[in-house]
């Protein structure tokens, strides 16, 4: 019998295999924005700001040009590519050591600014690459490096919710949380990316969307194990769903 292929990869992911760990969400996150850059026909007009982290290694798999950003600094990057270059369609893709931890006070004004740049924001809330640490996301009572016994409330304050954050800000346009542990939640996150990117085209704003993720190795969890965490303890945490949308009848 001849092999069927039912789901094809996206053409702009490279073909080399994946360095991810087993069950990490990464992998999942870029077959997701590739589907969409090709769906919106915008892979040769497309500039990629990478950040540091697991997501910096993005430009190994997407086929797009891409600049590689200090710690925290991609929105900041990718303002003044998008402003150099505003025929483009710039996006950064970042962990939330990265972003929501020294980038805060970048993706807080790039938001606020209205910048029409989108940011895939990937949230598996720990440090993934460097040792494990303690992340702003962390859920309490999460072990991790920095802290052994758990996230404490009281000593290191509850996890930032950043997609409720940047939705509160007036440049941004759209703002959605999503999940990739199951295939009802897979659907709803292409479709939240696909909209972050349309903001960007129609010239409305700020684009946005967190992707709560898995990261098994450190979480010390094999990867069933971490696709039910995200179920049972980050989602009703960290609520999915869109937060703000100004795409009205053209979304």
Known sequence: MSEKIIFPKPKVLTDRPTHYCP???HGTAHKLVAQVLEELNLVPNTICIGSIGCSVFIYNYIA??????PHGRAPAVATGVKRARPDKIVFTYQGD???ASIGLAEIMHCANRGEKVTVIFVNNTVYGMTGGQMAPTTMVGQKTTTCPGGRCKEREGEPIKMAEIIASLGGTAYCARVAVNNIKNLKKAQKAIYNAFKVQIDGLGFGFVEILAACPTNWKMNPLQANERV??????YFPLGEFKNCLGENK
């Open 231 to 236: 179920e049972k303890e980050m989602i009703p």
């Open 23 to 25: 069950g990490c969400h």
């Open 64 to 69: 797009v040009d891409t600049v590689e950003a």
């Open 97 to 99: 050591g990265d972003l």
